[in-house]
């Protein structure tokens, strides 16, 4: 008779507290290993190329530009546009050029 008592004194349990707790976590984790991880290795690789710039590089600059490093001087880059047109950029706004196949350059080249 006395375990009957303290079974009903008990109470029914509810759900656990856990769970909710246990899915954020793992809405969390999925959100880092997709997005957050794969954007500080691509920030990490493009500060490791602008510490190892040099002349003659082929960059791309902030707004498009394709140009090559002409020199260097601390946190400003010269790079070369075209013949004899050099401009002054911050070296925070060059990005690897990325490589273009020679097809794509002949389609590229071809007059419309």
């Known amino acids: 008779m006395k375990e009957l008592v303290l079974a009903q004194m008990a109470g029914p349990e509810g759900p656990s507290a856990f769970g909710p707790l246990i899915m954020m976590l793992a809405i969390f984790g999925i959100f880092y290993f ?21 002349k003659g590089d082929e960059v791309l600059a902030a707004g498009g530009l394709y140009a090559r490093v002409v020199d260097l ?5 010269w790079v070369e546009l075209a013949s004899n047109v050099r401009v002054k950029v911050d070296r ?17 080249g071809a007059p419309s």
């Open 34 to 54: 997709i997005v957050l991880r794969p954007q500080q290795k691509r920030e990490r690789d493009k500060e490791t190329f602008r510490a190892k710039l040099k």
């Open 73 to 77: 001087k601390g946190p400003v880059a």
């Open 92 to 108: 925070r706004s060059i990005e690897p050029a990325p490589q273009r196949s020679v097809k794509a350059e002949d389609k590229e």
